[in-house]
């Protein structure tokens, strides 16, 4: 299949410097509209066919041999991107441009992007979490892309940003961001600083998590999820 030659090839200027501004200032970012509707739209329909389809797969949290399923701390549905479609493809080559300049800027020495589609159904959530600990994994910035039309005041499955931490909030500690899910929102925040979670969502939630890393996948295999 041909890429579609008008998709665009990169995020705005602007979006990318409030990015990298928000990385170095305060370990992340929230922007909204940062990527065009129309490739959000096209993404948000990928992975909709996938889901009534029955393509996706209950996520898990450890690594290796400790990978298990947790109802209780996470209850998304995921599929790994492949650059299999054009929509896959387009958004890879936006987020690269995110990734050079970040290297450029920061000098974290980003390699690669791994990133899955993730589906909460009403009621799911994700517990606070690091997406990385510290010395044990190539991941570096996550990225989350939101994929939802609408979302509704009071509907719950927002992501709480916690302050940068070396372990995990207590109650007494309250986020510094509660990020709505709507189409087009990008967040990036350091995997092994920001502890985060999903709040229980009351409607489907849709969007894509991602995880630059210092290296490349061995073999082809990615790297386990936390």
Known sequence: MIQNPEAPAALNAAVVE??????????YAVIPNALPIAECRALALELNTLRHQQELNSAGIGRGRQHVQRRDIRGDRI?????SSDAQRNYFAMIESLRIEINRSLFLGLFELEAHFAFYPPGSFYKCH???FEGRSNRVVSSVLYLNEEWPQGS???MALYPQSERLPDASVAPLEIVTPKLGTLTCFLSERVPHEVLPTRLPRLSIAGWFRRNASIGGTIDPEF
Request: proline residues 0%.
């Open 156 to 158: 719950g499955g927002e």
């Open 130 to 132: 690091f997406d990385s």
């Open 79 to 83: 599929h790994w991107l492949d650059r």
């Open 18 to 27: 409030q990015l990298i501004d928000g990385l170095a200032e305060s370990g």
